[in-house]
């Protein structure tokens, strides 16, 4: 492994980009990049600290050391015929606006069964033995919305509009994290630059890709990751990142998968631009979160065991854009384990979710009292059991989704959570279907 960088080193701009796409990767999953910055590196933040910065007073906060390999220049790199020297790399960001979903027009080729094509894709391109990690929604590896468009600065038209999915992932003890990006670009191929890949290889099929194996460190803690940059004849830019580091936990020291294998995920034929969607693909899961702050988190063995429970239940004259059955950790950390599909009733359609949680810290006959106005009712049956049903009414004009709530609080404090909301005209579920399915046995936690 190469020697550590001097103290008084500037970062690589192969590193700046590494680390400048990690940070936009935890800002968009956030639904916003605020940004619009463009300036060179300050050393005391990128790397480790000089005599000098250590003199400083008392006063001022201990900086965080940053450090990457060094970059050696001149230099040849396998599959380049020329090899450019590292520039000075630096921070950019871009001020995104405006939420599209899926439909953002300023992608006529992106769409919400094209997300969950290409997400496909890349599953069915993984090794069978790596496994995704029990995640909420937009956390296993479906490819989220473009935020933004062309014309928001000149640095976002080159660079951004681009989808991403993310994931956790296990292959046997191990664990690590993978982000895959896919852009479309009428930019030629970049030149090779020292510091940024380790090998350019032509495909047969005229694509191009670019390879690295590398590391950053962080006061001591050592990250690896490895990348592979796919640029397709169609205008594809596929971006596969792998790291040892999941997410909320350090580095394991070994990251999942290999250069060879991200190379496959980003030659994967469904993840290109152009590539059709099969018939009959459906529209991406909603992503769904627990109303109850702090829920208990549910372990995967146990959420699997829900879901047999909830694909029994009969849902006569209901029609479901997915089957029940497929519960996710609550998104934005909210606990749990819950699932939201699309029904259709009578010509018109509502949405349907279903939380549970493990067990409720404050006792369900307090939070039957009205927090913001909405009716409340709450029964007791003969086992403990607490049933509470509420439904907001509004006459807000900008206000025409028409929730209707089920909680059902068992005695061991296990709860589930059933909401149908509809867009006026159309109503949602009934309390007594809602309460059908928050009744039925064995959704207890155990």
Request: aromatic share 4%; charged share 20%; net charge negative.
């Amino acid at each position: 492994m190469p020697e550590e960088t001097r103290a008084d080193a500037t970062p690589s701009r192969a590193v700046t980009a590494w680390t400048q796409g990690l940070l936009c990767v935890a800002i968009v999953a956030s639904g916003v990049i605020v940004g619009g910055l463009l300036h060179e590196p300050d050393p005391g933040l990128t790397t480790t600290p000089t005599s000098a910065t250590r003199a400083t007073t008392e006063a001022e906060p201990p900086q965080p050391s940053f450090v990457t390999p060094p970059v050696t220049y001149p230099t040849q790199i396998p599959g380049c015929a020329t090899v450019e020297p590292p520039g000075e790399g630096g921070l950019m960001g871009f001020a995104l606006s405006g939420e599209f979903g899926y439909d953002n027009p300023a992608y006529p080729w992106f769409s919400g069964p094209k997300a969950v094509a290409m997400s496909t894709a890349l599953r069915e391109a993984l090794p069978d033995e790596v496994v995704i990690g029990f995640a909420p929604v937009g956390e296993s590896l479906l490819f989220q919305p473009i935020l933004g468009n062309p014309g928001d600065s000149a640095e976002f038209a080159k660079f951004g509009g681009s989808t991403e999915a993310r994931a956790t992932l296990r292959r046997g003890d191990l664990a690590g994290s993978l982000s895959v990006s896919v852009r479309k670009s009428t930019a030629p191929i970049p030149p090779c630059i020292a510091g940024e890949l380790d090998e350019r290889r032509p495909l047969a099929d005229g694509t191009t890709v670019d390879t690295h194996d590398t590391w950053s460190q962080v006061d001591g803690v050592r990250t690896l990751s490895r990348t592979a940059r796919a640029y397709a004849p169609d205008g594809s830019v596929v971006v596969a990142s792998a790291t040892d580091e999941p997410p909320g936990l350090g580095p394991t020291g070994i990251v999942p998968l290999s250069v060879d294998e991200l190379v496959g995920l980003v030659n994967a034929p469904g993840a290109r631009i152009t590539a059709p969607v099969p018939p009959g693909t459906p529209d991406p899961p909603e992503d769904c979160r627990l109303a109850t702050a702090n829920a208990a988190a549910i372990d995967e063995a146990e959420s699997r065991r829900l879901d047999a429970v909830l694909a029994r239940i009969p849902l006569d004259g209901l029609t479901l854009d997915r089957p029940l059955g497929s519960l996710r950790p609550g998104a934005d950390g909210s606990g749990g384990v819950c699932q939201a599909v699309r029904v259709t009733t009578a010509g018109r359609r509502s949405r349907l979710s279903i939380a549970i949680d493990a067990g409720r810290t404050t006792p369900a006959t307090e939070s039957a009292v009205p927090s913001s106005g909405q009716p409340v009712t709450a029964r007791q049956l003969p086992d403990g059991t607490i049933v509470e049903s509420r439904e907001l009414r509004t006459t807000l004009a900008a206000s025409s989704e028409l929730p209707r709530t089920v909680v059902v609080t068992r005695s061991s404090g296990s709860t589930v959570q059933v909401v149908s909301a509809a867009e006026s005209p159309a109503e949602p579920l009934s309390v007594a279907q809602l309460e059908a399915i928050a009744l039925t046995p064995g959704l207890e936690v155990s």
